[in-house]
């Protein structure tokens, strides 16, 4: 087997999932000025299947699609205003969420537990950026961006949590990326 087709694998598993991130916009419900969306339970999904090298990855090209004016973010947009518009926060917490849930995912071997705590940890993230953004472009107190930047989505990215753990659980035994799984065992299974 050549031995950068296990990186090419992952590039394409990159970009699919960039794309699905974008998907994920256009999978909207208004809410205030931040819509519920689809894309953070992606960029969950990335993160676990990709680590945080590209999982990260998978998240600079969404966002770099973005700024270049494809019409990627929620409900449509794109360019340079909407990825400094008052979900700017957000997206940029995509990216350092992702390398983070990896990250963590990586160091505890795919450990359920750790990915679950992981996945919580990268929705923080994503609050901890988007909420004081939100706060500052639209002049908002801490208590009326958290109102309406984060309370109202928090039982939305519990489900969406649980269901990117069900994904990454269903899809990761189809991921090989160049193992040979020993036997009895999936390639996707956490290393003991």
Request: aromatic share 8%.
């Amino acid at each position: 087997m050549n031995a950068q087709q296990p990186d090419l694998h992952r590039l394409v598993l990159a970009s699919l999932l960039a794309a699905l991130i974008a998907v994920g916009g256009y999978i909207a419900i208004p809410v205030g000025p931040v819509p519920i969306v689809l894309q953070n339970l992606f960029v969950l999904v990335a993160a676990l299947l990709l680590g945080s090298r590209w999982g990260a990855a998978a998240v600079a090209v969404y966002l770099l699609a973005g700024a270049c004016g494809l019409p990627v973010f929620a409900g449509g947009g794109g360019g340079l205003g909407h990825l400094f518009g008052p979900r700017g926060g957000y997206l940029f917490g995509f990216l350092i969420a992702a390398w983070v849930v990896g990250r963590i995912s990586e160091s505890f071997r795919q450990r359920p537990v750790a990915e679950i705590v992981a996945m919580v940890v990268g929705s923080l993230i994503i609050y901890a950026v988007g909420v004081p953004w939100l706060q500052m472009l639209l002049g908002l107190s801490l208590g009326k961006a958290l109102a309406i930047g984060m309370y109202p989505f928090v039982p939305g990215d519990l489900i969406k949590i649980a269901a990117a753990y069900a994904i990454v659980k269903s899809v990761r035994p189809l991921l090989h990326f160049g193992r040979r799984p020993e036997p009895g065992r999936s390639p996707a299974d956490p290393v003991a």
